[in-house]
């Protein structure tokens, strides 16, 4: 799996090694056996295709050429149909606000990237916090969310290159729960707006706000998976449950397929018996639905956000990062 050299971190190599054809030495190989077999790889597996990021130019679809022969360019022709990359929309959601919704979002979202995925990240929350922490002024934003959803701008459109790709909310986007309200399949917005990039991306991570209005039933529409962070120091079970049933509402009207793929405990502090309580108390109420990783409360990250990056950029080797790398482990290796 010469691909997954690039990878910034050796743990990220989630394929088993030796496995398959897979044993090529060249760091930089832009063709990988796997990528040829019949059987697409789930999202989570490592790409078994190269990724936009490693692949310079004319990245887009040349991506089904024998392994074995990674010289042979221009001359073969492809087989006609292209590799299906399943997309994985990951909503972020818990009604209440600062629980490291928009944290997870960033950083999480930076992790996959880290590990060779194409990784969008959408800000639904018109407080645009998750714009802010890739240093986009949402008050300068003419583009947004709001004229995906109630305009149906593309949103290629609103979409920023920065450490991963954001779709940027602006203040506008406050109106656009009341201005969505009266279109017909106001909950669809999303999943419809998404279309047009599910080939763009093995993953899309949204940010939602601390509501469960229109904006937030729109993520959860749209999303295959959810993750509900949850704040261990004043751990609410009502609130989880309350979120529960609005799944179970997703469910039966709009989304069938959406899980919950795990509840993170964020904001973990260590020393205190009480955190260590609550942990237990998710652990006893959602059993293996809550993620073995845990966030703990650092300052880096309430620093990374006021420059404009992810706690994986601004302090890459600390344990704040280090806990969001081993969350994109888990996720992938939970991959499906
Ligand atoms: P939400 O999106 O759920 O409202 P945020 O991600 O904005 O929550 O986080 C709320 C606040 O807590 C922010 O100031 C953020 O920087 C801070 N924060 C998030 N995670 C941690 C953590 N693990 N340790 C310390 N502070 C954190
Ligand atoms: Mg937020």
Do not use: W
Not at 42 to 64: C, F, I, R, T, Y
Not at 207 to 224: R, V
Not at 227 to 244: A, D, H, K
Not at 272 to 295: C, M, P, Q, S, Y
């Amino acid at each position: 799996m010469g691909l997954l050299q690039r990878f910034a971190r050796p743990e990220y190599r989630l394929g088993r090694e030796g496995e398959g054809e897979g044993a090529d030495p060249e760091p930089e190989r832009q063709f990988d056996a796997a990528a040829t077999q019949a059987a697409p790889p789930p999202v989570g597996e490592p790409l078994a295709v190269p990724v936009k990021s490693s692949v310079q130019e004319g990245g887009d679809g040349v991506n089904s050429t024998a392994s074995s022969a990674p010289d042979v360019h221009a001359g073969q022709q492809q087989p006609a149909q292209p590799i299906a990359r399943a997309l994985k929309v990951i909503a972020f959601a818990n009604q209440k606000g600062g629980v490291a919704k928009t944290t997870t979002t960033l950083n999480l979202a930076v992790a996959f990237a880290e590990a060779g995925h194409r990784v969008l990240a959408i800000d639904m929350d018109p407080q645009g916090n998750l714009t802010m922490s890739q240093g986009i002024d949402p008050d300068t934003v003419e583009k947004s969310m709001y004229h995906v959803l109630v305009d149906g701008m593309p949103i290629r459109d609103v979409i920023r290159k920065r450490e991963i790709d954001v779709a940027c909310a602006s203040i506008d986007l406050a109106g656009a729960e009341i201005a969505m309200s009266m279109k017909i399949g106001r909950e669809r917005s999303l999943e419809k707006a998404l279309k047009a990039v599910r080939e763009d991306y093995d993953f899309v991570c949204i940010d939602t706000p601390p509501s469960l209005g229109l904006l937030t039933i729109n993520a959860l529409t749209a999303a295959d998976k959810v993750i509900v962070p949850v704040q261990c120091e004043y751990l609410s079970m009502r609130g989880l449950i309350q979120l529960q049933n609005t799944l179970s509402m997703i469910r039966e009207e709009l989304n069938p397929d959406v899980e919950i793929e795990g509840i993170l405990p964020t904001l973990v502090d260590t020393r205190t018996v009480h955190a260590k309580e609550a942990i237990e108390i998710l652990e006893e109420n959602f059993g293996d639905r809550v993620f073995a990783t845990r966030i703990r409360k650092t300052i880096r990250f309430a620093e990374a956000p006021v420059k404009g990056t992810s706690v994986l950029k601004y302090d890459p080797e600390g344990t704040a990062a280090e806990s969001y790398r081993d969350l994109a482990k888990e996720v992938l290796e939970n991959g499906r």
